[in-house]
């Protein structure tokens, strides 16, 4: 019986395959960036109204929830899409390219957008086959802090949810290939905001003044340590300095030095400890130099874990649905992802859709102003993420 429904599941994507390129191609030359997701949502919602679902709009938002219900009661599980695009230029040249000046969907949420609404096409004609509710989140903002989803949940659209499944394009693997990754899997991205302050003098009477340029450069410096001397070396970390704004003058000693910086992590534990050991460095250099910092750490999204059993069993969907060698294990990555919000909530997993045809010259990455992707592979998507909605509702 599973083989039988695998193949439904197949035939069924290759069916509304015209409709998921139709609607990913219209969101794709309509692209809004996060919160402003307002055309996006309206399409999302009428299609899936037209699909039978059960429609909530303007959920954070420009959210959208769509609930569809099997034959039987039972439990709920979500199926996640983001559906924001990029403040970026598109340079793709494509018949069906952005028409919105300065905005594109460079990071594929067209698509996943597409592969949510193809799984509800999907799973609406296969209501005999589970129990319970499959819910559809569309959300706002994923590129942009605070990103949607922490709204989403505060909206309730994971109450009474007990697994939760996302996608992401991947541009380094094969169009139709879906890639797995237990435990964490994306870091968490906090912003620094680091100012020093001296006091300022003519550069050739340094010791008349508390020189903030001096004191950054050993800050900067000692913030290194942070990752070579602070952190398990088998564990990872990183912490970038990557605009410092100060001074205007050869001879003048200015009164402070403005930092910026990133620091990513892959556990809430060395997160915390990373923190605190930024306020003592630089605290402590600033004390030895008789200068003052004011640090600001602006948080980003958490730690992305996939728990360890859903991502084996998403693996086995997988393979059952399109055989071994479609299924690779995909890299951990230092960017971040607002889907670890969904994952702190549910246990489910978050997983890669290879996107990549060389032959065509799909090779672009994401965040690109010449990323696309090869459309075919939104089958997978949409055929994984329905196969794991019913057999996640098995159990
Ligand atoms: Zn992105
Ligand atoms: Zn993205």
């Known amino acids: 019986m599973s083989q039988s429904l695998t193949r439904r599941i197949n035939q069924l994507a290759e069916k509304y395959y015209d409709e998921m390129v139709r609607l990913r191609r219209t969101i794709h030359a309509c692209p809004e960036i996060?919160?402003?997701?307002?055309?996006?949502?309206?399409?999302?919602?009428?299609t899936l109204e037209k699909t039978g679902l059960v429609v909530k709009r303007g959920v954070a938002k420009t959210g959208v929830v769509g609930s569809l219900h099997g034959k039987k009661p039972g439990k709920?599980?979500?199926?996640?899409?983001?559906?924001?695009?990029?403040?970026?230029?598109?340079?793709?040249?494509?018949?069906?390219?952005?028409?919105?000046?300065?905005?594109?969907?460079?990071?594929?949420?067209?698509?996943?957008?597409?592969?949510?609404?193809?799984?509800?096409?999907?799973?609406?004609?296969?209501k005999d086959e589970f129990a319970g509710e499959v819910r559809f989140l569309f959300q706002p903002s994923e590129e942009r802090n605070p990103g949607g989803a922490p709204y989403m949940i505060e909206e309730g659209a994971l109450d009474g949810v007990s697994k939760v499944f996302g996608l992401h394009v991947l541009a380094q693997a094969e169009a139709g290939t879906v890639g797995f990754c237990p435990g964490e899997m994306m870091a968490s991205a906090d912003e620094l905001y680091i100012t020093i302050r001296g006091k300022s003098g003519h550069g050739a009477r340094p010791h008349h003044t508390i020189d903030p340029v001096v004191v950054t450069a050993q800050v900067i410096l000692a913030l290194q340590t942070l990752v070579s001397r602070n952190l398990d070396p088998f564990a990872q970390g990183v912490i970038s300095i990557c605009s410092i704004h100060g001074g205007f003058a050869p001879n003048i000693v200015p009164n402070e030095v403005k930092l910026v910086g990133t620091?990513?992590?892959?556990?809430?534990?060395?997160?915390?400890?990373?923190?605190?050991?930024?306020?003592?460095?630089?605290?402590?250099?600033?004390?030895?130099?008789?200068?003052?910092?004011?640090i600001k750490i602006d948080l980003g999204y958490p730690v992305l874990v996939n728990d360890e059993s859903e991502t084996a069993f998403a693996e086995s969907c997988a393979t059952e649905l399109f055989g071994g060698d479609r299924v690779f294990r995909a890299e951990r990555l230092m960017g971040a992802e607002d889907f670890a919000y969904y994952l702190q909530k549910v246990p489910g997993t978050f997983y890669r859709l290879g996107i990549r045809n060389e032959a065509e010259g799909i090779t672009a990455d994401i965040h690109n102003d010449h990323f696309t992707i090869d459309e075919s592979s939104m089958k997978a998507g949409a055929a994984m993420q329905a196969y794991l909605a019913i057999q996640a509702l098995k159990d």
């Open 34 to 46: 996060a919160f402003e997701e307002f055309e996006t949502g309206k399409l999302v919602a009428e």
């Open 263 to 294: 620091l990513r992590a892959m556990s809430d534990e060395w997160r915390n400890y990373a923190h605190k050991r930024i306020h003592e460095i630089v605290n402590g250099i600033c004390f030895s130099a008789r200068a003052e910092a004011e």
């Open 76 to 126: 709920a599980v979500a199926l996640r899409s983001d559906m924001d695009a990029l403040p970026i230029t598109e340079a793709t040249g494509l018949p069906f390219a952005s028409k919105n000046p300065g905005k594109m969907h460079a990071c594929g949420h067209d698509s996943h957008t597409a592969i949510g609404l193809g799984a509800a096409m999907i799973l609406s004609e296969l």
